[in-house]
């Protein structure tokens, strides 16, 4: 017997950590009838079908959720058409909240593992494969009953063994946290997580993927648009076995660890507890990623973070709104000033990538309101700024008070806010043409100088962010996105339109940020003439090949290797460290900046750059 778990996950470095768990937990009694078929969205559909198909599957488990839930109906609705005796469940929370309505819409599903899968989905495993034990066995005894019934002459049409034969509906119903067509079982109690089994025994599937890790399941907090607020019980893993795990990964020199813990720190104890761990236990390659709530972060816990690697771990920080209407609203408690000294610390430790979150159509929130909550968390200088929109998510409070709130959302997935009492489709429309520039300018860390130095040029930066929405949609580039190297000049232009008597600083701005980034090898048109320069940049080399002063890990290069390998451009003005108007003064003479891409910031990835002395020929 097979069961065959379907994933279709949103990119290929992501994986589905529910069907690996769903797997382990069968144990090994039943885990060999498991096989697991992960592909993604972007699969032609096609494709997955037909390789879905050729597996010959005895059952289908699909998991399902927002991004996914379109492409699993469809193929629910083919596969049951090649496969219409297989049995297809569902699981996961697109379909845990409003089962029995889509077992109604959609009647080729058998029915739906609700909320906490693990033992569920053993039980069903077990139900299957013994079903399959009993019709084996109740073929071989009609086998054996027609040559009774031929050697005795026993009237045909009567089977000595029909009373037995098991049919497909009997014991499915005294399965817990099942939803068949005939309603719900039982609920099941939550899962005790001491009982999950380790997912990564073998990493061969996971290579070039994200690796996904729960130390936690459940959320104290009680945030109205969050569906981790239904089961406020948060359960921890025993820190004994954590640690025992963490230390596989570590062992193994993992490039990334995501826990997907929905408030990591919420128990004190058990965050530093691991977090004193990967501390002490550091490979000097493994990253750390933590969805956290850094107001109520402690002194130990800022310590810890304080002393680890650069690049070590990195912090997800919810802040949503810091419209103090708002936050009552979503019942999301949060002291906004210290969130912004905690992240200001955390920042001056230069060792701690950190994500800050924006929800756009809250309840209390306007476009202005919006703005102030942008501008706010801009001035705690993220690594990355995320704007995301509002998802109406099934089961979730904001989806019981949406009239309430005069909340209008897409009927089908994700949910999406399209407007609200306070905002209307328009403003959400500017606000996605904001959240794309932040994507491409700010989160893409490829524009740092030049964006605080254009900053100046406006009243805030949500306007600056706004003003350059307005920009691409004049010049169509929404339509026809620019190239990513090309972005340079659009920024460019941009600049000369608001900011013309700057122009000069501005191609050096950008040629800085431009070459921390990457050693292009075709040169940006913006960039300054380099014909003047090199026969002193190429004595620069040759002295470097001598000396080693600058480059002292490159020693096995010669001179025109150097060259290539690292990059050295001239400036006018100290770019680098301009914060204001008053800082842009042009050098008496150039200033020349050596960038290094062997050695990189484990934060940003910016090459390690340099003044470095150059002997100019007169």
């Known amino acids: 017997m097979k069961f065959l778990l379907v994933a279709l996950n949103s990119k290929y470095i992501h994986s589905n950590p529910a069907l690996y768990s769903l797997r382990a937990y069968a144990g090994d009694e039943l885990r060999g009838h498991v096989e697991l078929a992960e592909y993604t969205i972007n699969h032609a559909f096609t ?31 083919e596969l049951h058409k090649l496969l219409p005796t297989v049995p297809i469940w569902l699981g996961g929370p697109e379909v845990s ?59 045909e049409g009567r089977s000595p063994v029909g009373d037995n034969v098991e049919r497909a509906d009997i014991g499915l119903s005294e399965i817990k946290g099942l939803c068949l067509s005939s309603g719900y079982t039982m609920p099941r109690d939550l899962t005790d997580m001491n009982t999950l089994p380790f997912l990564y025994e073998d990493l061969s599937a996971f290579e070039n993927r994200i690796i996904y890790y729960e130390s936690s399941r459940g959320c104290p907090f009680r945030c109205s648009y969050c569906l981790s607020s239904i089961d406020k019980k948060v359960r921890l893993r025993d820190l004994d076995i954590v640690k025992r795990e963490l230390q596989f990964f570590l062992d193994r020199k993992v490039k990334q660890v995501k826990f997907v813990d929905r408030t990591f720190n919420c128990n004190h104890a058990h965050a530093a507890a691991i977090w004193q761990y990967i501390s002490e236990h550091d490979n000097g390659v493994t990253n750390f990623h933590f969805e956290i709530s850094a107001d109520i972060l402690n002194e130990e816990e800022l310590e810890l973070l304080s002393r680890m690697r650069p690049g070590l771990v990195q912090l997800e920080i919810g802040v949503q709104s810091v419209n103090p209407e708002t936050l009552a609203a979503i019942h999301r408690s949060m002291d906004v000033d210290k969130l912004e000294r905690v992240v200001a ?106 964006l605080r130095f254009l900053l100046q040029a406006f009243d ?63 040169r940006p048109d913006f960039a300054k003439d380099l014909q003047l320069y090199k026969e002193a940049m190429r004595d620069f080399y040759r002295r470097e090949e001598e000396t080693r002063t600058y480059l002292p890990e490159y020693r096995e290069y010669d001179s025109k290797q150097l060259a290539r390998m690292t990059h050295l451009e001239p400036f006018s003005y100290p770019v680098w460290e301009m914060q204001s108007r008053e800082t842009v003064k042009t050098a008496e003479e150039p200033v020349f900046v050596l960038f290094d891409y062997e050695t990189r910031n484990p934060l940003t990835g910016d090459a390690d750059a340099k003044q470095v002395e150059v002997e100019e020929k007169k």
């Open 345 to 450: 610390r955390i920042n001056r430790g230069n060792n701690v990538h950190q994500h800050l979150d924006l929800i756009a159509g809250l309840p209390y929130e306007d476009y202005k309101s919006f703005g102030r909550s942008f501008d706010r968390v801009y001035a705690m200088k993220p690594e990355q700024l995320q704007l995301g929109f509002l998802k109406v998510l099934k089961g979730s409070e904001m989806m019981d008070r949406a009239e309430e709130f005069g909340i209008c959302y897409t009927d089908k997935p994700p949910y999406e806010v399209l407007f609200t009492k306070w905002i209307s489709f328009e403003e959400v429309l500017r606000l996605k043409r904001i959240e794309e520039m932040v994507e491409l300018y700010y989160n893409s860390n490829q524009f740092v100088h030049t």
């Open 460 to 522: 805030s930066p949500f306007q600056m962010y706004e003003a350059l929405a307005e920009f691409y949609e004049e010049k169509g580039y929404f339509v026809n996105s620019p190239a990513r190297s090309y972005r340079y000049q659009v920024l460019l232009a941009f600049a000369r339109e608001k900011d013309k008597e700057y122009e000069e600083v501005y191609r050096e701005l950008l040629t800085y940020d431009l070459y921390l980034r990457e050693n292009v090898k075709s």
């Open 97 to 155: 909240y409003d089962a029995p309505k889509l077992l109604a819409e959609h009647p080729e599903v058998t029915g739906i593992m609700v909320g906490e899968g693990e033992e569920t989905f053993r039980e069903l495993l077990r139900y299957y494969v013994k079903r399959e034990c009993v019709s084996a066995q109740n073929v071989d005894n009609r086998e054996k009953a027609k040559q009774n019934q031929w050697i005795s002459g026993e009237e």
């Open 47 to 77: 494709d997955v079908l037909a390789d879905v198909y050729k597996r010959q599957p005895d059952v289908v488990g699909i998991s399902c959720y927002i991004w996914n839930i379109n492409y699993v109906w469809e193929l629910v609705t």
